[in-house]
Every structure is written in C-alpha cells, then in structure tokens.
C-alpha cells in the first residue's frame, strides 16, 4: 500500500470515529422522572461482547438494572457477610448459580438476546433486571430519569424503553454527526 493510499485509509478512519452524535433526555413514568430504564438504540452494527459485574451488597443486586451486549459475561460477587444465590430465567431456561459466601462469585455467559430477572433463593425481596442486546448504543436512567447514550455513528435508530413495571416505549431517531440529540420520553404500560 502506497503512503498516500494509508493517509486515505487513515483520515477515513479518523472520520468515522469522528463522526458521531449522542442521545440524550429524561425519562418519564405517569409524568414523573423514572430511574432504572434500560435505553437502547437499535439499528446497524453489531454488539461487542463485554465483562461486567453485578454486585451483591446489603441484601440487593447492584446495579438492579443492567444492559449488556450479546455475549457478554456477567460476574456476581457477593460482597455480604451472609450467602446468596443467583437464579434466574434466561430464554426459556432456568439457571442456578448456586449459594455461595462472601468473597465468592459466580459468572454467566448471556450468548443471545433477552431479559434475565436476577433472583435470591435464600432472600426473596432481591431481584434485579439485565437486558441482553444485539447493540452496543445503551444506558439505564438515573435517579431523575436522565440518560445519554453516547459516539452513536450518524443515522436513522430505533430507540427501545424497557421499564420493570411493563413500561415501555418505542421511537424512531435520527442521529446526528456530532453534537447531542435531546430526546425526552415517556414509558407507558402495553
């Protein structure tokens, strides 16, 4: 490849990572700012695979929701004095990680999309929510209801709302080259 030929490739490069817009806004539920939202922004591109971690503290999951891309591993450190447990259901298969002390963990592959509700066998009021996705465009709102999903290349995306309760919402973006999109919604009950 001639100099000129990788200086081309190089700026092509350096554009494309360049070029790319955020999304940002409030959520709202019945009118008022709702944290724990899963935000996704689905359309071209693939998801990469990460390594996350879902600790158990004070007797709750944290964080209580979580967004991964498809493949990602998730670990579950229990960072209590007591034992926990980790079951939940993934596309249609139960999986039980075990009881374990403090100090252990436990991990688990989600290798296809869909949504896992996170559950202790010894302590019925922890529960949790992770959203596996074929993107890598996500954020889960904040406590008043914020969120901004960040370096979304420029284009037309389905922005996905998923709240615990039911709520939902579905919306077609536009996203910019550069800058931000400010997108406020609300989640409402199918």
């Avoid at 066998?121 to 074929?134: D, G, K, P, T, Y």
């Avoid at 993107?135 to 914020?146: I, L, M, P, R």
Wanted: glycine content about 6%.
């Amino acid at each position: 490849m001639t100099k000129r030929n990788l200086a081309c490739l190089a700026s092509l490069t350096l554009a494309s990572v360049a070029s790319a817009g955020d999304v940002a806004g409030t959520v709202t539920l019945n009118g008022k700012p709702v944290a724990n939202v899963a935000i996704t922004i689905e359309g071209p591109g693939s998801a990469t695979a990460l390594n996350r971690r879902m600790d158990q503290r004070e007797r709750t999951f944290v964080p209580h929701v979580m967004v991964v891309p498809v493949g990602s591993s998730v670990t579950f450190p229990n960072s209590d004095t007591l034992h926990h447990n980790v079951y939940f259901t993934f596309n249609e298969k139960v999986v039980d990680l075990g009881t374990y002390a403090r100090g252990q963990s436990k991990s688990f592959k989600f290798d296809k999309p869909g949504l896992a509700r996170m559950l202790c066998r010894i302590h019925a009021e922890m529960s949790a929510f992770i959203l596996v996705v074929e993107t890598n465009h996500y954020d889960v709102s904040a406590k008043n209801g914020t969120y901004k999903v960040e370096k979304v290349p420029p284009g037309t995306y389905t922005l996905k709302a998923w709240h615990e309760s039911g709520a939902v919402a579905t919306h077609k973006v536009e996203v910019p080259a550069s800058g931000v999109l400010k997108f406020d919604l609300e989640v409402r009950k199918r």
